[in-house]
């Protein structure tokens, strides 16, 4: 049987800075600047705060394991909130305390609801393919809300500060680059993992057809191997490196590879040995409730005819199921320590 597959995905919430960098903490919220800069402050703190839980959970810890990184994330959330809520309006504006408020609020729903029960279909994602789609789906719809969330403070800040006569200075921070980078490590990562992951559970439903020997579940699981197995290297094929790394591309196409090539060639090897051996068994049944007088030289050359195909067969299956078992086990082992290695090296750290 295959190897325990080790799944890891880094969130794939967007955080970003806005234009104005933090500085030391406010004093007068009656000068635009400084009002701008109180509310970016404390913006500043949650990305920290994000970007942090998304390094625990990229580097190896599963979402349920840093579940009080997310906690810790959503007190900051509130406490932003709770701050900006109560700050008073500039010059009779509330345009920008109210939109960031709803950012926040925003964020805390996504945190809170949407990521809660993405921390739940974690734990039954690997149950089936569209589990895991799910799953991966679910993360991208959090993204794309709160992204959208943001757009529109983004634009409200626009606006504002047009209004009031503060000219921002937009940022490339190392903070926003950190972010930027793990989560295009996220996307590219579930992108290739749901290629590996279609075939991969396809071919567990395969395994457990052989194990019961149900020739006719046997044929059909192979076909639709076969069929995923192609499927999944032609979108390989489509696929650019990531920043030149091409490791985790690789490791998948050699895995489907070898599935393509298991359905196409050894699988009939296989079912041929448990067509023998249903064969051999009621020829037995047969020859066994014959009394021994009764038994003709022309039942025994057939019982003996095909217990030698069955046995013959059989020292087949043995030699290729064990060159099957190694091969995917070694390959699956192979993925998962590329998946793992490509994570670790691209995903940034952030403590």
């Given at each position: 049987?295959?190897?325990?597959?080790?799944?890891?995905?880094?969130?794939?919430?967007?955080?970003?800075?806005?234009?104005?960098?933090?500085?030391?903490?406010?004093?007068?919220?009656?000068?635009?600047?400084?009002?701008?800069?109180?509310?970016?402050?404390?913006?500043?703190?949650?990305?920290?705060?994000?970007?942090?839980?998304?390094?625990?959970?990229?580097?190896?810890?599963?979402?349920?394991?840093?579940?009080?990184?997310?906690?810790?994330?959503?007190?900051?959330?509130?406490?932003?909130?709770?701050?900006?809520?109560?700050?008073?309006?500039?010059?009779?504006?509330k345009s920008?305390?109210?939109?960031?408020?709803?950012?926040?609020?925003?964020?805390?729903?996504?945190?809170?609801?949407?990521?809660?029960?993405?921390?739940?279909?974690?734990?039954?994602?690997?149950?089936?393919?569209?589990?895991?789609?799910?799953?991966?789906?679910?993360?991208?719809?959090?993204?794309?809300?709160?992204?959208?969330a943001f757009?529109?403070?983004?634009?409200?800040?626009?606006?504002?500060?047009?209004?009031?006569?503060?000219?921002?200075?937009?940022?490339?921070?190392?903070l926003s680059?950190?972010?930027?980078?793990?989560?295009?490590?996220?996307?590219?990562?579930?992108?290739?993992?749901?290629?590996?992951?279609?075939?991969?559970?396809?071919?567990?439903?395969?395994?457990?057809?052989?194990?019961?020997?149900?020739?006719?579940?046997?044929?059909?699981?192979?076909?639709?191997?076969?069929?995923?197995?192609?499927?999944?290297?032609?979108?390989?094929?489509?696929?650019?490196?990531?920043?030149?790394?091409?490791?985790?591309?690789?490791?998948?196409?050699?895995?489907?590879?070898?599935?393509?090539?298991?359905?196409?060639?050894?699988?009939?090897?296989?079912?041929?040995?448990?067509?023998?051996?249903?064969?051999?068994?009621?020829?037995?049944?047969?020859?066994?409730?014959?009394?021994?007088?009764?038994?003709?030289?022309?039942?025994?050359?057939?019982?003996?005819?095909?217990?030698?195909?069955?046995?013959?067969?059989?020292?087949?299956?043995?030699?290729?199921?064990?060159?099957?078992?190694?091969?995917?086990?070694?390959?699956?082992?192979?993925?998962?320590?590329?998946?793992?290695?490509?994570?670790?090296?691209?995903?940034?750290?952030?403590?």
């Open positions: 049987m295959p190897l325990r597959l080790r799944f890891r995905s880094a969130c794939a919430f967007v955080f970003l800075s806005l234009f104005i960098l933090p500085t030391a903490k406010a004093q007068n919220l009656n000068e635009p600047g400084t009002y701008m800069t109180y509310i970016n402050n404390h913006h500043y703190e949650i990305t920290k705060d994000f970007m942090s839980y998304t390094s625990a959970v990229a580097h190896g810890k599963s979402a349920r394991k840093v579940e009080k990184r997310r906690q810790a994330l959503l007190q900051t959330v509130t406490d932003a909130r709770r701050k900006v809520t109560v700050m008073p309006a500039l010059e009779g504006d920008l305390r109210d939109s960031t408020a709803r950012f926040l609020m925003t964020s805390f729903h996504l945190l809170n609801d949407d990521y809660g029960k993405i921390v739940n279909l974690e734990e039954v994602a690997e149950q089936s393919y569209d589990a895991m789609e799910a799953y991966m789906l679910a993360q991208e719809l959090a993204s794309q809300k709160l992204h959208n757009e529109a403070l983004k634009n409200t800040e626009k606006s504002f500060a047009e209004k009031h006569r503060v000219q921002l200075v937009s940022t490339d921070s190392e680059k950190t972010v930027e980078k793990a989560n295009r490590v996220s996307h590219y990562h579930g992108k290739v993992y749901l290629v590996f992951f279609k075939s991969y559970k396809q071919e567990m439903y395969l395994m457990d057809a052989l194990s019961r020997k149900d020739v006719n579940a046997i044929e059909q699981n192979r076909n639709t191997l076969l069929s995923y197995a192609t499927e999944g290297i032609a979108k390989l094929d489509t696929m650019k490196t990531f920043d030149g790394d091409r490791s985790l591309i690789n490791a998948c196409r050699q895995l489907l590879e070898f599935q393509r090539a298991e359905c196409q060639d050894k699988i009939s090897v296989l079912t041929g040995f448990f067509l023998k051996e249903e064969n051999f068994l009621k020829i037995k049944k047969a020859f066994d409730a014959k009394r021994e007088r009764e038994r003709t030289q022309a039942d025994i050359d057939q019982y003996n005819q095909a217990a030698n195909e069955m046995n013959k067969a059989g020292a087949e299956v043995n030699t290729v199921s064990k060159t099957l078992n190694e091969n995917r086990n070694k390959l699956i082992d192979n993925w998962n320590k590329a998946s793992a290695n490509f994570m670790d090296k691209h995903t940034p750290k952030y403590k």
